[in-house]
């Protein structure tokens, strides 16, 4: 566990690591992929992780204050309650497939053309967020929060358990599906056949 200490690290694949709990200040990983490790409720403030890959590995309640995520894919991952609104904006890029990202906070984040893919993203609020051209590939957004959000080119044709209000948010061009038709139109109690 002691190499995840070090400063700098480049195109190292680490795996079955588990660093719950623990904190790394200042590290950068570069082109470096995570299998199956537990970061859960661990403290990675400052660090930057560019061109990396999380794959299989529960990420739970770690904090990331100050972090730079750039160009990171994560797989198969749990990540709950993670607040990536404390990462840093600049180069903020991500992908989320097979992930479970309940009750995460993207608040504020500038995100456009994010992919999400067979997610669960119940209750993550995403609030003043900018996701233009983001897509929500059969994710479950039960409780999810849009507020002031910019979706606008956003495809939500295969997402589920929306609801999303027009009028707060800019969904201009964006893409729904007939069956996502109520998550639209939730705040008017309309009884849709």
Do not use: W
């Amino acid at each position: 566990m002691d190499y995840l200490l070090n400063m700098l690290h480049d195109d190292i694949t680490f795996e079955d690591i588990s660093y719950a709990g623990q904190t790394v200040t200042g590290a950068e990983y570069n082109g470096c992929t995570f299998k199956r490790c537990d970061f859960s409720n661990s403290v990675f403030p400052n660090d930057k992780f560019i061109d990396c890959v999380f794959d299989g590995c529960n990420l739970s309640m770690m904090k990331l204050p100050k972090t730079t995520l750039s160009s990171v894919e994560f797989k198969n991952c749990k990540i709950l309650g993670v607040n990536f609104s404390e990462c840093n904006d600049f180069l903020f890029t991500v992908d989320f497939r097979g992930c479970i990202l309940d009750y995460s906070s993207f608040m504020l984040k500038k995100m456009p053309k994010t992919c999400f893919s067979k997610s669960s993203l119940k209750e993550v609020t995403f609030t003043q967020a900018t996701l233009t051209g983001s897509v929500f590939d059969d994710c479950d957004l039960y409780g999810a929060v849009f507020n002031r959000t910019d979706i606008s080119s956003g495809n939500f044709s295969t997402a589920y358990n929306f609801d999303i209000d027009p009028e707060i948010n800019i969904i201009k061009k964006a893409s729904f599906s007939a069956q996502g038709l109520p998550g639209l139109l939730s705040k008017y109690q309309l009884k849709i056949v």
